[in-house]
């Protein structure tokens, strides 16, 4: 549920006032890792580290974590490009949902995908629900989750702040169309998503969704799926005309909507029953249509999906554990125990 309070300005002035921006190159101090195979990296919220699974054998292979004077704390979901992670840390536990009183600061990791060094950790003036790459991986891209809601882009190389978009209040999740040209911004106090020209950082369109969006997740097939938490439900946004085509009602709050184009399925994570929903396009009727159910573990939340369409990862928060699944015959193959609230995860094929 949305919530405003009356501390919230008092808040906000606090943080303008007294939080710089301000950056630590220093690495951290695990023993570095050799991370030259196909691997998951995930996000252990509750302890700030982030376990990394060799998929050959699908077993945790190293922890990633962070020295204590750095204050990383709840690191929610994670980007990677050509040899870099990304890392989102708004500072709060989203493991039950993403109602908010007001904000506070958050910061933006750089690792090393191999070693698992910082390369950069960047203080910002706001919380932060993820950072991420731009699709040509010249820019980073921050949403910041205030009233006033704001996108920093950083130079990936610098780290230098190039722009600020102002967009709607609240926003969460920020993503990329699959073909790189557009950015969506899911403003959970606006029930809007905020459409950027990825060019000219110029806000094109807001697209009225559900209640409480919190991403629009990227589709290969021309298409944005948002999750709505309180609308409990999938708003599929057309990405050509910025229309939603089909509000897909749930019946219960979505983790993530993840779509895997090779098997053409969509899959929709049920955190507060431990199962993922599958849904398959009906060409005739022209929309997606429930196609079972898989159980998982207690708190299912991201997916993730092999470039072959065959394999999925999903995290399970409550659980600590991360689930293995066929895609095929959408049975749970492996549980792979990780750490405490594991939530975003990435592939590095």
Do not use: R
């Amino acid at each position: 549920m949305k919530k405003i309070n009356s501390i919230y300005v008092l808040a906000t002035a606090i943080i303008a006032l007294f939080t710089l921006a301000s950056c630590s190159k220093d690495n951290n101090t695990a023993t570095p890792l050799n991370v030259d195979y196909p691997a998951a990296y995930v996000v252990n919220g509750q302890d700030a580290t982030v376990s990394v699974i060799k998929l050959s054998t699908g077993e945790v292979t190293g922890t990633i974590s962070f020295p204590s004077s750095d204050m990383i704390t709840w690191p929610h979901h994670i980007a990677y490009h050509q040899g870099h992670l990304a890392l989102g840390v708004p500072g709060m536990d989203f493991s039950g949902g993403h109602a908010t009183t007001g904000s506070m600061p958050g910061k933006m990791l750089v690792l090393n995908a191999a070693t698992g060094a910082i390369l950069e950790d960047l203080d910002l003036p706001v919380m932060n629900h993820n950072t991420i790459y731009s699709p040509d991986g010249t820019e980073i891209w921050v949403p910041q989750m205030d009233m006033d809601g704001k996108v920093l882009v950083y130079n990936a190389t610098t780290y230098a702040l190039m722009n600020t978009i102002t967009v709607g209040m609240m926003p969460a999740e920020l993503t990329f169309s699959s073909d790189g040209t557009k950015a969506y911004v899911a403003n959970g106090d606006d029930d809007t998503v905020s459409v950027i020209n990825v060019a000219t950082k110029a806000v094109t369109t807001t697209v009225n969704v559900g209640d409480n969006p919190v991403g629009a997740w990227t589709g290969s097939n021309g298409q944005m799926f948002v999750d709505n938490e309180d609308g409990q439900s999938i708003s599929v946004i057309n990405v050509a005309t910025n229309a939603v085509d089909q509000t897909i009602a749930l019946g219960f709050m979505p983790g993530i909507a993840a779509h895997n184009g090779v098997k053409n399925e969509l899959w929709v994570t049920d955190p507060m029953n431990a199962k993922v929903h599958y849904y398959t396009w009906d060409s005739g009727m022209g929309m997606w249509m429930d196609a079972g159910v898989i159980n998982a573990g207690n708190g299912t939340h991201a997916v993730a999906f092999t470039t072959d369409g065959n394999t999925a990862y999903v995290t399970n928060q409550s659980a600590k554990s991360v689930s293995v699944i066929n895609v095929t015959n959408h049975t749970v193959t492996k549980t792979i125990t990780v750490g405490n609230k594991p939530n975003g995860i990435v592939l590095k094929m």
